[in-house]
């Protein structure tokens, strides 16, 4: 038993940093206008499956694993400037109905054009095989999925800490009346804000086709891990996304090792657990939301 | 520019009512109205949304061309059939509600359908306490012509004893018998592990890991990094639908398809399509073919022709699924027919025991003991890449298995299952 665990543990943060990204862009898009994107789910399935329609049509993955995002976030600033902008000004649950709306819609959507069934996308044959790491073998691209995420984690960092536009960015989400009074275009900081919550959900959503099955539910499947990510990271902040993110995969992982039927629980056990000792969540700041 | 403030509590209650909301599925389905007034309505009752949508929707275009069929022959005792749709979502208590719905207001004459195991028992047992025949298409749970059968309630699909011992004993000959289990935890998952208990038992075999994984998993990592471990001669995997396309395609990059044969008591077209060629593997039960003489029957004109037309109809091939359908509803038609009436005990007595030849290759009945289709099982070995002249035809079916040989007998049924008609 105790020789798996090292495996698992491995394992577990792998998944975890796959449930960050996902969380990341959930939290970017709260942070600013406090819209529970209920449709971040269907924007990965929809970049997944825009590389897949790509991909079997001759293109190479790696232009569509940067294309079907960036597509996906086209269709994310339409959604934002027709759907969610005019509802910034409510209550958070009209957002939260508008995007869980559109995710019922979408799921639809995606059964009519690419039927109801799976379908097949497999990475490149570059990253398909699995590598020994000594202590196990571990699919190429797992590990692949790994270094995208943390150069994504990265940039992303950069944006908000070293460039204007990020500061801007971190500025509203303490206080936009005060941003919008010195100048600021708080409209234009709210799409591209969503746009870049969009763009990571979509990377993600290409990983995942590649990593995971392909069909009209497959996004909204992942949509619950990343929601727990969050609230035991802390709202507000992006730094708890990646903690919270790499706990539930930790926790899911070592679940299944013990008690294998248990292993869905255990995120929502780690939740409570969570909520009950530091109920702003482990990094979340108390007051921003507030 | 002031928006409202999201504090914590709310968002935790708006979050988890909403993403509940999205992973068990919301209403999406409008009925039909029906457009004659003296047609017989038939109810049908699929999983629409959410996972097991492609098995629905397969299973529904079978039930249309038999629908079909009958109404251009002119219907059932000069009735049409009509076809009342409602969307189950895979969920036991919406399956219960929608049944009771179609019962009460629709005035169905019967219910059809059902992919689930659960959603069938949950169906079988309404169906029962309002007395109404049910026809469970596609629910493969031993529970539903077993412990848990009713005089209303029959099944087409096999059931997982029959699916269990068709391949186990199979599988034990080709690969050994020391075998890893990926158990989907839910009623058709135990029932299947039962089944492969049961023919261990009788071989000498052992199960040397046994993976509960809770329906709907998407990520299988953390069950497939066990299986080194263990050592197994083979990894029966058991899960279906999308849980299938998942769980096949990250063992194929954790490179154990090519260290651990694999195989399992059934697999469908459906979760195949979804799946490259390299991860395409085994030896499985298979229900029905589309492109086999060993499960169409040499020579069987309907077989073809049903091919034939759902080809043409659907612009594409019929799977298992479809097949469940067509059997299904053409069997309870032609009892309604031969009954001469709706009333659901003649209907019944109508439906034992009546030898019958079909789409598939030889004959079929249901048994009167346990109301269960007895119609041969067929085991596959999975062509990744197809045949040359059709990438998609990925069965080459190795054994048959007559229904006889692979069901429990009429004694043993009878010691679970009291049929209690009225």
């Known amino acids: 038993m105790i020789e798996h665990i090292g495996p698992q543990l491995f394992n577990g943060l792998v998944l975890g940093a796959f449930y960050a990204i996902v969380a990341l862009g959930l939290s970017l898009i709260m942070n600013l206008?406090?819209?529970?994107?209920?449709?971040h789910g269907s924007f990965m399935t929809l970049a997944g499956y825009l590389a897949f329609t790509m991909v079997s049509r001759g293109t190479s993955f790696w232009f569509a694993l940067?294309?079907?995002?960036?597509?996906?976030?086209?269709?994310?600033?339409?959604?934002?400037?027709?759907?969610?902008?005019?509802?910034?000004?409510?209550?958070?649950?009209?957002?939260?109905?508008?995007?869980?709306?559109?995710?019922?819609?979408?799921?639809e959507i995606y059964r009519l054009i690419w039927?109801?069934?799976?379908?097949?996308?497999?990475?490149?044959?570059?990253?398909?095989?699995?590598?020994?790491?000594?202590?196990?073998?571990?699919?190429?691209?797992?590990?692949?999925?790994?270094?995208?995420?943390?150069?994504?984690?990265?940039?992303?960092?950069?944006?908000?800490?070293?460039t204007r536009f990020g500061l801007r960015l971190r500025a509203a989400v303490q206080d936009s009346e005060m941003i919008a009074a010195l100048g600021t275009n708080t409209q234009v900081l709210y799409a591209v804000n969503f746009g870049l919550g969009i763009f990571l959900a979509g990377i993600a959503g290409v990983l995942a086709a590649g990593m995971l099955g392909l069909s009209p539910t497959s996004g909204n499947n992942l949509l619950m891990p990343a929601?727990?990510?969050?609230?035991?990271?802390?709202?507000?902040?992006?730094?708890?996304?990646?903690?919270?993110?790499?706990?539930?995969?930790?926790?899911?992982?070592?679940?299944?090792?013990?008690?294998?039927?248990?292993?869905?629980?255990?995120?929502?056990?780690l939740m409570a657990v969570v909520l009950m000792v530091r109920p702003r969540g482990l990094f979340g700041e108390e007051g921003i939301f507030g | 520019?002031?928006?409202?403030?999201?504090?914590?509590?709310?968002?935790?209650?708006?979050?988890?009512?909403?993403?509940?909301?999205?992973?068990?599925?919301?209403?999406?389905?409008?009925?039909?109205?029906?457009?004659?007034?003296?047609?017989?309505?038939?109810?049908?009752?699929?999983?629409?949304?959410?996972?097991?949508?492609?098995?629905?929707?397969?299973?529904?275009?079978?039930?249309?061309?038999?629908?079909?069929?009958?109404?251009?022959?002119?219907?059932?005792?000069g009735r049409k059939i009509e076809l009342v749709k409602e969307d189950e979502q895979n969920d036991v208590g919406v399956a219960a509600q929608k049944a009771r719905k179609l019962v009460n207001q629709d005035k169905v004459a019967a219910l059809v359908g059902t992919v689930s195991s659960g959603v069938s028992l949950s169906v079988a047992g309404v169906a029962n306490t309002l007395g109404t025949l049910f026809m469970d298409s596609g629910g493969h749970s031993d529970d539903v012509t077993g412990k848990n059968c009713h005089w209303n309630v029959f099944r087409t699909c096999h059931s997982t004893w029959m699916e269990t011992h068709a391949t186990g004993y199979a599988l034990a000959k080709r690969f050994g018998k020391r075998w890893f289990l990926i158990t989907p935890d839910y009623a058709y998952g135990h029932s299947l592990e039962t089944g492969f208990k049961d023919v261990l038992a009788h071989n000498g075999g052992s199960i040397v890991g046994n993976e509960l994984t809770p329906l709907g998993t998407?990520?299988?990592?953390?069950?497939?990094?066990?299986?080194?471990?263990?050592?197994?001669?083979?990894?029966?995997?058991?899960?279906?639908?999308?849980?299938?396309t998942n769980c096949l395609k990250q063992m194929n990059q954790f490179g154990l398809l090519k260290k651990y044969p694999v195989g399992g008591p059934?697999?469908?077209?459906?979760?195949?399509?979804?799946?490259?060629?390299?991860?395409?593997?085994?030896?499985?039960?298979?229900?029905?073919?589309?492109?086999?003489?060993?499960t169409l029957g040499k020579g069987n004109a309907v077989a073809h022709k049903f091919v034939a037309d759902?080809?043409?109809?659907?612009?594409?091939?019929?799977?298992?699924?479809?097949?469940?359908?067509?059997?299904?509803?053409?069997?309870?038609?032609?009892?309604?027919?031969?009954?001469?009436?709706?009333?659901?005990?003649?209907?019944?007595?109508?439906?034992?025991?009546?030898?019958?030849?079909?789409?598939?290759?030889?004959?079929?009945?249901?048994?009167?003991?346990?109301?269960?289709?007895?119609?041969?099982?067929?085991?596959?070995?999975?062509?990744?890449?197809?045949?040359?002249?059709?990438?998609?035809?990925?069965?080459?079916?190795?054994?048959?298995?007559?229904?006889?040989?692979?069901?429990?007998?009429?004694?043993?049924?009878?010691?679970?299952?009291?049929?209690?008609?009225?």
């Open chain 2, 266 to 294: 059934q697999v469908e077209l459906e979760p195949l399509y979804g799946l490259s060629p390299e991860a395409r593997q085994g030896y499985w039960g298979i229900e029905w073919y589309y492109k086999s003489e060993k």
């Open chain 1, 66 to 107: 940067i294309a079907a995002p960036l597509i996906a976030v086209i269709v994310g600033v339409i959604v934002e400037r027709t759907l969610v902008r005019p509802l910034y000004k409510r209550e958070p649950f009209y957002s939260l109905l508008m995007t869980f709306g559109l995710s019922l819609m979408a799921e």
């Open chain 1, 115 to 162: 039927g109801p069934n799976g379908v097949p996308f497999s990475p490149p044959h570059a990253l398909d095989g699995a590598a020994s790491l000594g202590f196990m073998v571990f699919p190429t691209f797992r590990i692949f999925i790994v270094v995208v995420l943390i150069v994504a984690i990265v940039a992303l960092a950069l944006f908000l800490t070293r």
């Open chain 2, 310 to 422: 759902t080809i043409k109809r659907y612009g594409k091939p019929p799977t298992a699924r479809n097949a469940f359908g067509y059997i299904t509803l053409d069997r309870l038609a032609q009892a309604m027919n031969d009954a001469k009436s709706l009333d659901p005990v003649k209907v019944a007595r109508a439906i034992e025991n009546v030898h019958f030849t079909s789409i598939f290759a030889g004959s079929g009945y249901y048994r009167k003991e346990d109301h269960q289709l007895m119609w041969p099982m067929w085991v596959a070995k999975i062509r990744p890449d197809g045949t040359p002249g059709d990438k998609l035809d990925l069965f080459d079916v190795t054994d048959v298995n007559a229904a006889e040989a692979v069901e429990q007998t009429i004694a043993e049924k009878e010691k679970v299952c009291k049929l209690g008609y009225p």
């Open chain 2, 218 to 244: 998407t990520d299988f990592s953390s069950y497939l990094t066990k299986i080194d471990a263990a050592k197994p001669d083979l990894v029966l995997v058991l899960v279906q639908g999308d849980d299938y």
């Open chain 2, 1 to 77: 520019m002031s928006r409202p403030r999201l504090n914590r509590g709310s968002f935790v209650k708006l979050a988890g009512a909403g993403s509940a909301a999205a992973v068990f599925g919301i209403p999406a389905y409008i009925p039909q109205i029906g457009e004659a007034a003296d047609a017989i309505k038939i109810g049908l009752l699929e999983p629409y949304t959410g996972v097991y949508a492609g098995p629905a929707e397969n299973e529904t275009r079978g039930f249309e061309m038999a629908a079909d069929a009958w109404n251009k022959r002119g219907g059932i005792m």
């Open chain 1, 227 to 269: 929601f727990v990510t969050v609230i035991i990271g802390g709202m507000g902040s992006l730094f708890g996304s990646i903690v919270g993110g790499l706990l539930i995969g930790i926790a899911i992982s070592l679940t299944t090792l013990f008690i294998p039927a248990a292993s869905e629980v255990s995120m929502y056990i």
């Open chain 1, 33 to 39: 206008t406090g819209t529970i994107n209920m449709a």
